[in-house]
């Protein structure tokens, strides 16, 4: 395959003719044949079938009604103009289209000059999508469940989502920080100490209950006989004194006990994630946010005081029935929200405040948090919050909320966990269908649909199942390659190349969009065109440069889906 000139390389994926594309306006415009336009809504597209040429653009219908002229008259000369500059090295001919749709027929140089891209680019081809300005340090906040029990299925969801988001953003150019807040401060720390301590207590032989609304999974009993056998009868006296009511052990036995507890949980949870693929950055401690030196402000030190201090600087706080108030209603909330309460004790809300105000003084530009369904209420708030505080815009704060996952299988509802009541944790479903069938199909749908996963779909060996379908065309291309050395264009060979031409605008769309589902769905249409390619192309061909043209679009395909199941989390296996 031969090099082409740097001036048409740079023609040779969409971004380039999309930018060959607007010079053609910029020059009208410079003549005065066009006015000054806003741009925005034009865009490059693989039209549906083949006879419509092989790129089309919105472009003239988009600028006609803003400048005045018929639509198919303008994609005509802007059609002519570019066909007789840039277009001229890799276009054939152009055709207007229905309303004024602008076709493009491009020829065999453009095929091999974005093949050869490709092949140039390896690993790193479709990433650094995003233009310098563009960029930003980007903190992602995800699954951060209280540590007080195993993580569960709807847990992997968010973890999927929001890691192959992480991936994705720093793949198209982003800063990424990954964060886990660690809620370990408040009741249901307080009801999760107490439970393992009357469960400490019942190995123990004393009769201590369970507080109403306490933690009920079998795993703390097992947490319970590991803290027997490392502290003994340490605290056989308090929760002796106490019996039988676990309300009754002192606080600062409870927060011990908590405490190791909550350190059991969170080795379980990295465990867990680890296993599903999914790395943090940072475990941040709600605890901490209370702790530290500093001047104390309304009975609070720590990032609690400072956010507590500033928002007293702004005039955003008021006293009212013994309680401490934020003017939320000032900035879009439905009505003011409760800061600490009449009984001094600080509501999740304020924790919450002086988490992210913390996150900023951090440095970072963009903060995204993921949660889950039950979380729509706490938008308004927290958005009003971001409003309140400095710099004052709440588009800083970005808030994505999941949906729920539904388990089937044999066509019904799937409870996979008995010995844990109604918790279907991570693990289980990575024992019924592995790490990868996992991350995959998590991502299958965009965030804010529900997922059914079916678990019978997710083991079958065949094309039906979408990471089975996608991980075996990659798999058959490394098995074509360990046969040939080193590196006329048919139908399947060019839509093959366009649909791999198309990669670096879908890396582009899942990290403006927040949207791993579109790389999803990509993947399986690449794998598609692939397997349609090799059941009318003989690879080895008996010509040379046929042949040579063939393995390199091999070579491009695996790397393209080596890379989108990484996007993905998910192995690209050499053999299958």
């Given at each position: 395959?031969?090099?082409?000139?740097?001036?048409?390389?740079?023609?040779?994926?969409?971004?380039?003719?999309?930018?060959?594309?607007?010079?053609?306006?910029?020059?009208?415009?410079?003549?005065?044949?066009?006015?000054?336009?806003?741009?925005?809504?034009?865009?490059?597209?693989?039209?549906?079938?083949?006879?419509?040429?092989?790129?089309?653009?919105?472009?003239?219908?988009?600028?006609?009604?803003?400048?005045?002229?018929?639509?198919?008259?303008?994609?005509?000369?802007?059609?002519?103009?570019?066909?007789?500059?840039?277009?001229?090295?890799?276009?054939?001919?152009?055709?207007?289209?229905?309303?004024?749709?602008?076709?493009?027929?491009?020829?065999?140089?453009?095929?091999?000059?974005?093949?050869?891209?490709?092949?140039?680019?390896?690993?790193?081809?479709?990433?650094?999508?995003?233009?310098?300005?563009?960029?930003?340090?980007?903190?992602?906040?995800?699954?951060?469940?209280?540590?007080?029990?195993?993580?569960?299925?709807?847990?992997?969801?968010?973890?999927?989502?929001?890691?192959?988001?992480?991936?994705?953003?720093?793949?198209?150019?982003?800063?990424?920080?990954?964060?886990?807040?660690?809620?370990?401060?408040?009741?249901?720390?307080?009801?999760?100490?107490?439970?393992?301590?009357?469960?400490?207590?019942?190995?123990?032989?004393?009769?201590?209950?369970?507080?109403?609304?306490?933690?009920?999974?079998?795993?703390?009993?097992?947490?319970?006989?590991?803290?027997?056998?490392?502290?003994?009868?340490?605290?056989?006296?308090?929760?002796?004194?106490?019996?039988?009511?676990?309300?009754?052990?002192?606080?600062?036995?409870?927060?011990?006990?908590?405490?190791?507890?909550?350190?059991?949980?969170?080795?379980?949870?990295?465990?867990?994630?680890?296993?599903?693929?999914?790395?943090?950055?940072?475990?941040?401690?709600?605890?901490?946010?209370?702790?530290?030196?500093?001047?104390?402000?309304?009975?609070?030190?720590?990032?609690?005081?400072?956010?507590?201090?500033?928002?007293?600087?702004?005039?955003?706080?008021?006293?009212?029935?013994?309680?401490?108030?934020?003017?939320?209603?000032?900035?879009?909330?439905?009505?003011?929200?409760?800061?600490?309460?009449?009984?001094?004790?600080?509501?999740?809300?304020?924790?919450?405040?002086?988490?992210?105000?913390?996150?900023?003084?951090?440095?970072?530009?963009?903060?995204?948090?993921?949660?889950?369904?039950?979380?729509?209420?706490?938008?308004?708030?927290?958005?009003?919050?971001?409003?309140?505080?400095?710099?004052?815009?709440?588009?800083?704060?970005?808030?994505?909320?999941?949906?729920?996952?539904?388990?089937?299988?044999?066509?019904?509802?799937?409870?996979?966990?008995?010995?844990?009541?109604?918790?279907?944790?991570?693990?289980?479903?990575?024992?019924?269908?592995?790490?990868?069938?996992?991350?995959?199909?998590?991502?299958?749908?965009?965030?804010?649909?529900?997922?059914?996963?079916?678990?019978?779909?997710?083991?079958?060996?065949?094309?039906?199942?979408?990471?089975?379908?996608?991980?075996?065309?990659?798999?058959?291309?490394?098995?074509?390659?360990?046969?040939?050395?080193?590196?006329?264009?048919?139908?399947?060979?060019?839509?093959?190349?366009?649909?791999?031409?198309?990669?670096?605008?879908?890396?582009?769309?899942?990290?403006?969009?927040?949207?791993?589902?579109?790389?999803?769905?990509?993947?399986?249409?690449?794998?598609?065109?692939?397997?349609?390619?090799?059941?009318?192309?003989?690879?080895?061909?008996?010509?040379?440069?046929?042949?040579?043209?063939?393995?390199?679009?091999c070579r491009a395909t695996r790397a393209t889906l080596a890379s989108g199941?990484?996007?993905?989390?998910?192995?690209?296996?050499?053999?299958?």
């Amino acid at each position: 395959m031969n090099e082409a000139s740097g001036t048409e390389r740079g023609l040779f994926d969409f971004a380039g003719l999309a930018r060959s594309l607007e010079r053609v306006i910029d020059e009208m415009i410079a003549a005065d044949e066009l006015p000054v336009l806003d741009r925005q809504g034009i865009e490059l597209t693989v039209p549906p079938r083949p006879e419509f040429g092989d790129v089309s653009s919105n472009m003239a219908l988009v600028l006609a009604g803003r400048s005045g002229r018929r639509p198919r008259d303008l994609a005509d000369e802007l059609g002519r103009r570019w066909l007789a500059g840039d277009g001229a090295a890799v276009a054939d001919r152009y055709e207007v289209a229905g309303p004024g749709f602008l076709n493009f027929f491009l020829g065999p140089v453009w095929y091999r000059g974005a093949l050869q891209r490709m092949l140039d680019a390896g690993e790193a081809y479709g990433g650094g999508v995003l233009d310098e300005g563009e960029r930003r340090r980007v903190n992602v906040e995800f699954v951060s469940v209280n540590p007080t029990g195993p993580l569960h299925v709807g847990h992997a969801r968010y973890a999927s989502y929001g890691d192959a988001v992480c991936r994705i953003f720093a793949f198209a150019g982003h800063e990424v920080t990954r964060e886990f807040y660690v809620n370990d401060y408040g009741t249901q720390m307080l009801r999760f100490g107490q439970s393992l301590a009357a469960r400490y207590a019942q190995v123990l032989g004393i009769g201590v209950d369970l507080p109403p609304d306490g933690y009920q999974g079998e795993y703390l009993a097992d947490f319970a006989r590991e803290l027997v056998a490392e502290a003994g009868e340490r605290y056989r006296e308090p929760v002796s004194a106490a019996a039988p009511d676990a309300e009754a052990i002192p606080d600062a036995v409870v927060t011990e006990i908590g405490f190791w507890g909550r350190d059991r949980v969170l080795a379980m949870f990295r465990a867990t994630l680890d296993r599903l693929r999914v790395p943090f950055d940072v475990w941040k401690s709600e605890t901490t946010l209370y702790g530290g030196e500093g001047e104390e402000h309304r009975g609070f030190r720590g990032e609690v005081g400072k956010a507590l201090r500033q928002m007293d600087a702004e005039g955003f706080l008021y006293d009212d029935e013994g309680a401490v108030w934020l003017r939320t209603t000032e900035h879009g909330d439905d009505k003011d929200r409760v800061l600490i309460r009449q009984s001094g004790a600080p509501t999740y809300f304020l924790s919450d405040i002086a988490y992210h105000r913390d996150k900023l003084d951090r440095g970072f530009e963009h903060l995204i948090d993921i949660w889950g369904a039950d979380h729509h209420g706490y938008v308004p708030r927290m958005k009003a919050a971001f409003t309140a505080l400095p710099p004052h815009d709440p588009d800083t704060l970005e808030l994505i909320i999941g949906q729920l996952v539904n388990l089937t299988e044999s066509g019904e509802a799937r409870r996979m966990s008995k010995r844990k009541g109604d918790i279907v944790t991570v693990d289980d479903l990575l024992d019924a269908i592995g790490v990868d069938a996992a991350r995959f199909f998590l991502v299958g749908r965009s965030h804010d649909s529900t997922l059914e996963l079916d678990l019978d779909l997710a083991v079958e060996q065949s094309g039906k199942n979408p990471v089975y379908y996608v991980q075996y065309a990659h798999a058959r291309i490394c098995s074509i390659l360990k046969n040939v050395p080193e590196l006329d264009l048919g139908t399947y060979e060019r839509a093959l190349v366009r649909a791999l031409a198309r990669f670096p605008l879908v890396v582009r769309e899942a990290t403006l969009r927040r949207a791993p589902h579109r790389l999803h769905a990509y993947l399986g249409e690449l794998a598609a065109e692939f397997h349609v390619f090799y059941r009318h192309c003989r690879v080895l061909a008996d010509e040379e440069e046929v042949a040579a043209y063939r393995i390199g679009l091999c070579r491009a395909t695996r790397a393209t889906l080596a890379s989108g199941l990484r996007l993905l989390g998910v192995n690209a296996p050499e053999s299958m």
